[in-house]
């Protein structure tokens, strides 16, 4: 167990290893054992985080061609679905020198473009394979050794549990990711949240999708299956990490976007705000508040919206003093005005926000004609695929 910590929210949160730490580890103590003709208890492991990693090595086997063991994974205190699954890697001598990396059972395969791996190969990131080589490496060095090995890492359980993560989303069928960047786990990573969000949109840019479709949630994806079912497939959930989105649109070469949201999240980005999470910004109702006042609501007016628990409260009372079809359109243009600020101009924007008791709150002049351009691609691609 990593006894190493940090601090989030005024409480103590235990860092744990990644996957691609775990893989890399079960490959240096199965090299290790080929090797040297002897069982290792554990297995000492340098992260790029420079953490030393010293973990237990479980149900080893070798034999003098080849070799097998495993590390439990620990996530620390981040809820991860992998935490405690056990990540093996089988190790054997090649024909030829070098090191030669491949996935087995329960170890996803690539099969769509734009993720960091080819289409075909196993779900093993850039970092985790340096890893892998790397340890190996090490082990043929202090031995000797100049033949090749080739690694296969396999993941029992791997397939079931790759339901539970966004790995069918992403095109990788048949299994897990062997991830991470730095070997450490670090307890609700936002790093790893936005990488996902990331790799979507690189994945959409890679299949030729000049305008990307972003949601922040279930709220979205429902709304336009309402409007067009079956386009939310096309869609990235950005969670809270609008502005990485936007980043990510603007460096992937997209023309524009196209947001679809519950005003509860969007209203937020009519004031600049880029991380809609509570814990870093709210201001909803102060923003609700401000353009009421504008469209000429009074003083009793402000006080009621900015004591309103939901959106939902204060669109009833903007709707009472007839200023909501204002308000909204006001929104949409500082929504608008922020997304061009973030992205340089590199990108169009068109908006739809809705509630869920209002249903469409309003929309930019080309959001709709947007809307349908999509779904009509997303049709065109369905009759390519049938034929």
Known sequence: ??????????????????????????????ALMLLSGEAAAEVELKTPKGICLCLP?????????????GICKDAGDDPDVTDGIKIYAKVRKAGEPGVWIDGGKGVGRVTRPGLEQPVG???????????????????????????????????????ELAGKTFNPRLGIQGGLSVLGTSGIVEPMSEEALVETVRTELRMKAAQGREYLLLVPGN??????????????????????????????AAEYGARGILLAGHIGKLVKLAGGIMNTH???????MEILAAHGAVLGAGKETARALMEC???????????????????????????????????????????????????LLGETPGAEALLKRMADEQEKERGQEEA
């Open 1 to 30: 167990m990593l006894e190493q910590y940090v601090y989030k929210n005024n409480r103590a949160m235990r860092l744990g290893y990644t996957t691609g730490s775990c893989a890399a580890a079960a490959a240096k103590a199965a």
């Open 57 to 69: 090595v479980l149900d080893a086997c070798f034999s003098p061609e080849e070799a097998c063991c």
């Open 121 to 159: 190969s196993a779900a093993i990131n850039r970092v985790p394979r340096q890893m892998i080589r790397e340890g190996i490496e090490e082990i043929c060095a202090r031995f000797g050794y100049a033949g090749g090995l080739s690694v296969e890492i396999f993941i029992p359980g791997g397939e």
């Open 219 to 248: 709220y979205g994806l429902d709304f336009l299956d309402a409007r067009y079912p079956g386009l939310s497939s096309w869609s990235v959930k950005y969670s809270n990490y609008l502005g990485e989105a936007i980043d990510a």
């Open 278 to 284: 509570s814990r870093n910004a709210d201001a909803r």
């Open 309 to 359: 628990i939901t959106t939902d409260e204060a669109l009833e009372i903007l709707k009472e003093e007839g200023l909501l079809s204002g308000v909204m359109e006001r929104l949409l243009e500082r929504m608008a005005f922020y997304v061009n600020h973030r992205s340089g101009g590199a990108l169009t924007c068109e908006i739809m926000t809705f509630s869920l008791k209002m249903g």
